[in-house]
T-cell receptor, first 111, second 115 residues
């Protein structure tokens, strides 16, 4: 699995957009970008994933650069409940179980 | 649809004992994987089972083992417990193959404390 690099922490004001970056310069052609988040002491929660096109769902948007070497997770209107550790993972869609989680980004949403 | 269910949620053991943790995946999910989470090491992959066969294994000693049953439920076992085995053990299930794109769905975890 490709290695990812994320900033260790970020702050965001409540109601504003939170933009969480992820670098994955060694991504392979068949590898997807997945985002998960983990609220303290709970199991990680799937947010969104993409291959090369931008994606949007009810939780977030995922922007992947054209060269696919980096991506940004966007939470359009952050709330206090979005405070969590956000993990960016890169892997193929097979071998789903064996995912490599890095240290993630701790997002703190402030009132 | 029910989510991933892990039991027990909390347990306390002493060094040298063994422990068995259980995971029931989402209905229809045949892949079950296990992760260990500690403050120092983060989330680390233990193993993955698919159709009752271990498909992948992480870098953990042989004291950590698992199995999967025909109904896709899985158990993991840790023998001869050490203090360092204190952790949150997370189970995740996923659909594999075909058009499925492999999202993992995690349970709430089993928090093991070894005294």
């Amino acid at each position: 699995d490709a290695k990812t690099t994320q900033p260790p922490s970020m702050d965001c004001a409540e109601g504003r957009a939170a933009n969480l970056p992820c670098n994955h310069s060694t991504i392979s052609g068949n590898e997807y970008v997945y985002w998960y988040r983990q609220i303290h002491s709970q199991g990680p929660q799937y947010i969104i994933h993409g291959l090369k096109n931008n994606e949007t769902n009810e939780m977030a948007s995922l922007i992947i650069t054209e060269d696919r070497k980096s991506s940004t997770l966007i939470l359009p209107h952050a709330t206090l409940r979005d405070t969590a550790v956000y993990y960016c993972i890169v892997r193929s869609n097979t071998n789903a179980g064996k995912s490599t989680f890095g240290d993630g980004t701790t997002l703190t949403v402030k009132p | 649809k029910a989510g991933v269910t892990q039991t027990p949620r909390y347990l306390i053991k002493t060094r040298g004992q063994q422990v068995t943790l259980s995971c029931s995946p989402i209905s229809g999910h045949r892949s079950v994987s296990w992760y260990q989470q500690t403050p120092g090491q983060g989330l680390q992959f233990l193993f993955e089972y698919f159709s009752e066969t271990q498909r992948n294994k992480g870098n953990f000693p042989g004291r950590f083992s698992g199995r999967q049953f025909s109904n896709s439920r899985s158990e993991m076992n840790v023998s001869t417990l050490e203090l360092g085995d204190s952790a949150l053990y997370l189970c995740a299930s996923s659909l594999v193959g075909g058009s499925h794109t492999g999202e993992l769905f995690f349970g709430e975890g089993s928090r093991l404390t070894v005294l």
